[in-house]
Each structure stands twice: as structure tokens, then as C-alpha cells.
């Protein structure tokens, strides 16, 4: 596989489940990212993760916690969610970390409803 | 005042046009600007992106920067069917290591 894979591809999950979602890039990049796209809203970034290690945190619920064992995987743990979190939630990778030219290649993305 | 601003549209050009997309920002202190492109139910992917004032021409696809007026555009000539999507900008600022995007327009070419 090639580029940055996101699954699932769509997740239905209930208040007080708990669930997460996987990213994992082929790219060799190190630096991977989780954003939050709502309709009508721009992407929102949530987590940065740099050579593995968070570096930003955009003042995101604790109802959602990353995880990155690696340069390569990311994982975003989902529990006691809301209706509101309901989105499109997009990994991406970079080769260096957000800046100057570096592009952003995203994955499909992990179409989340809330019931 | 939103960061980043674009107009959502739908923006409708007749195939073989020019389709032209605007982005204001408000941070004076942003240094480069991204074209993503994404088409429904698909993840964004980047088009281009420019950081000196002026034009950058990539086959059919133009960004312009005109940082005295904030304002970044993107030109499409020849528009085709298959450009039909929704068009993120996005503003780079280097000191606050930040990438803010707009919310996109979105893009009809009819035939």
C-alpha cells in the first residue's frame, strides 16, 4: 500500500462506547497529524505528533486521546463521545513538520457519527 | 474575522473557462499559501502552493499572491468537468508554526 491509509472508512458508535481510529502512512514521513472537518467549518487541527512525539495539542476534549507508537502509525482513542463530534476526522503525514513548503498527504479520512 | 476567508460558492463556470478562486487571510505574518482540492467523500490533496508575491503557473493551474492586499487566488483555465470539487486554501505562519485553512469553495463545471 501507498500513501496514508485511514481505517475505518465509516464508524457509527454510541455515547458511551469507546472506539478508535487507526492511520498508518507508507510515506517515510515524520511527522502525522489528526484534524477535524465538519460541513461548513475549516479543518481543524487537533493532535501533531513529530518523530513520534506529541508536540501540539489544540486544546482537544480528553475524550480524545492519540496514541503513536511509532513514526509510521497514529491511532485516536474515542470515548464517552457527543452528538457534536460528529465528523470527518483526517489523518495526514509530512516530511518535516508543519512548515514552510512541506505538503500535507492526507488519508480518506473516518466518517464518525454519534448517536 | 475568520483567518482565512473563501467564499463557499457553489462558484458555476461553463466547461473550457476560466475558473477563478479567491482567499483572503488576516495574519500579515503568514508566509506561504496551499491549494488543497478535494472532491466529494475524498481526503484533501494539494494542487499548490506559493509563497512569493505574484504568479506560479502550473499547467493549467495559476496561484496568485499579493501579500499588501492578503489575498491568494487560484486560476484554473480550460476548466473541465473532472475539476469539479471543493478548493481549500490554506495560510502558513512560520513563527506560530501554524497552518490555518479556509472553509473552501466549492467548484462546478458544467458542460
Known amino acids: 500500500e501507498t500513501g496514508v491509509t485511514q481505517t475505518p472508512r465509516h464508524l457509527v458508535m454510541g455515547m458511551t462506547n469507546k472506539k478508535s481510529l487507526k492511520c498508518e502512512q507508507h510515506?517515510?514521513?515524520?511527522?502525522m497529524y489528526w484534524y477535524k472537518q465538519s460541513a461548513k467549518k475549516p479543518l481543524e487541527l487537533m493532535f501533531v505528533y513529530n518523530f513520534k512525539e506529541q508536540t501540539e495539542n489544540n486544546s482537544v476534549p480528553s475524550r480524545f486521546s492519540p496514541e503513536c507508537p511509532n513514526s509510521s502509525h497514529l491511532f485516536l482513542h474515542l470515548h464517552t463521545l457527543q452528538p457534536e463530534d460528529s465528523a470527518l476526522y483526517l489523518c495526514a503525514s509530512s516530511q518535516g513538520r508543519l512548515g514552510g513548503v512541506a505538503p500535507l498527504h492526507f488519508g480518506n479520512g473516518t466518517r464518525l457519527t454519534v448517536t | 474575522q475568520k483567518e482565512v476567508e473563501q467564499n463557499s460558492g457553489p462558484l458555476s463556470v461553463p466547461e473550457g473557462a476560466i475558473a477563478s478562486l479567491n482567499c483572503t487571510y488576516s495574519?500579515?505574518?503568514?508566509?506561504?499559501f496551499f491549494w488543497y482540492r478535494q472532491y466529494s467523500g475524498k481526503s484533501p490533496e494539494l494542487i499548490m502552493f506559493?509563497?512569493?508575491?505574484g504568479d506560479k503557473e502550473d499547467g493549467r493551474f495559476t496561484a496568485q499572491l499579493n501579500k499588501a492586499s492578503q489575498y491568494v487566488s487560484l486560476l484554473i483555465r480550460d476548466s473541465q468537468p473532472s475539476d469539479s470539487a471543493t478548493y481549500l486554501c490554506?495560510?502558513?505562519?512560520?513563527?506560530?508554526?501554524?497552518?490555518?485553512f479556509g472553509t473552501g469553495t466549492r467548484l462546478q463545471v458544467t458542460l
Open positions: 495574519d500579515r505574518g503568514s508566509q506561504s
Open positions: 490554506a495560510a502558513f505562519t512560520g513563527t506560530a508554526s501554524k497552518l490555518t
Open positions: 510515506l517515510g514521513h515524520n511527522a
Open positions: 506559493i509563497y512569493s508575491n
